[in-house]
């Protein structure tokens, strides 16, 4: 049975989701003159979007591609947390995991786009620390849930307050002891991936990476470079680094081997929003499915490919995908 094949085995899986919570929000329109208060452009508004990003975009594409996402994160009693919540319950997801913390605001991101520019990009983070009582709580709620999930993703977006070093180390903790043998796949921040000791993989974007040893040349060497140190200084069993346009490198601590995986995209790229989302809930359900690493990233490479192809924030089901990746490799 190929690894496409396994993509198939995907249905009901479960996967363990802990992270940011985030509220995408896009406003479009037209710039009809300079505006008369500083020298910017004024934008007529023609329409605007809203989304749930971060781990809602995770577990939307978890819930498309045939698995059952279960959700743990903390949201404000706010319009977004509202909006968040109301979106979990439309797509029939568990919403038990979900905290609301009254003296936080949730994260939210508005980007601004005007005849196909990006103009302008405003983020809000958690506006306060959240406390060590909703911290306590959202543990216990994940101590709390059945044991039959296939793996754990951590997704760290850097927005604040939830993702303190202390968080991240007593979380491991109890992952570990909890859910043994459960493979952990983490997102991290540049700042803080070496707190995620001995998990299965650590995925960061390649430039990023270089960034985080402010490496400023883009060549092989220096890739190697930062990918050991991630890899050695973390002790996680395997490290991708991906990069949609050039080749990803993917590191295996026990083999002390890297793989370089050639570019798979075929087509123009209409957004780069939900890419890296992609990659994270493939590579959730190729280890709850016990696919190999290798294949398990070269799955998600290509989903990251076929998402990139499509408009901005759209979802697709397992089939869509197989056929997705038979197609490339029958044009190869």
């Known amino acids: ?35 008369p208060d500083a020298p910017v452009p004024n934008i007529k508004i023609e329409r605007s979007e809203i989304y749930i990003g971060a781990i809602g975009l995770v577990l939307q594409y978890v819930k498309s591609l045939g698995g059952i996402p279960e959700v743990y994160t903390v949201i404000g009693n706010d319009f977004e947390g509202d909006y968040f919540l109301k979106k979990i319950k439309e797509l029939n997801i568990n919403s038990s995991g979900i905290i609301i913390d009254e003296s936080i605001k949730t994260p939210q991101v508005t980007r601004i786009k005007a005849l196909n520019q990006h103009l302008l990009r405003l983020e809000t983070d958690y506006n ?16 709390s849930r059945n044991y039959d999930i296939g793996s754990i993703l951590v997704l760290d977006y850097g927005t604040g307050g939830l993702f303190k070093d202390i968080f991240i180390q007593k979380l491991l903790n109890k992952l570990k002891k909890q859910y043994e043998n459960i493979p952990i796949l983490v997102r991290p921040t540049i700042s ?19 960034d985080t040893f402010s490496i400023d040349c883009c060549n092989e060497t220096s890739i190697l470079i930062a990918g050991k140190r991630i890899l050695n200084s973390s002790k996680s069993k395997n490290v991708l680094l991906n990069y949609l346009e050039l080749d990803s490198y993917l590191f295996f601590k026990d083999l002390e081997k890297v793989e370089k995986i050639k570019p798979i995209l075929h087509q123009p790229v209409k957004s780069y929003v939900a890419v890296g989302s992609v990659i994270m809930a493939t590579l959730g359900l190729s280890f709850a499915s016990n696919i190999p690493v290798s294949s398990g990233v070269r799955i998600a490479l290509s989903a990251a490919s076929l998402t990139a192809s499509l408009p901005p924030v759209e979802f697709y089901t397992n089939d869509k995908l197989s056929n ?8 190869k």
Do not use: C, P
Not at 128 to 143: D, F, G, M, V
Not at 324 to 331: A, E, G, H, K, P
């Open 324 to 331: 997705y990746i038979i197609s490339i490799t029958d044009n």
């Open 128 to 143: 306060t620390e959240i406390s060590e009582s909703i911290i306590e709580k959202l543990h216990k709620n994940i101590e």
């Open 1 to 35: 049975m190929s690894y496409i094949d396994k993509i198939k085995e995907w249905k009901q899986k479960k996967v363990l989701i802990i992270g940011d919570a985030l509220v995408d929000k896009y406003i479009f329109g037209y710039a009809d003159r300079i505006s």
């Open 192 to 210: 803080n991936y070496y707190l995620y000791e001995n998990v299965e993989l650590i995925k960061m974007n390649l430039q990023k990476a270089l």
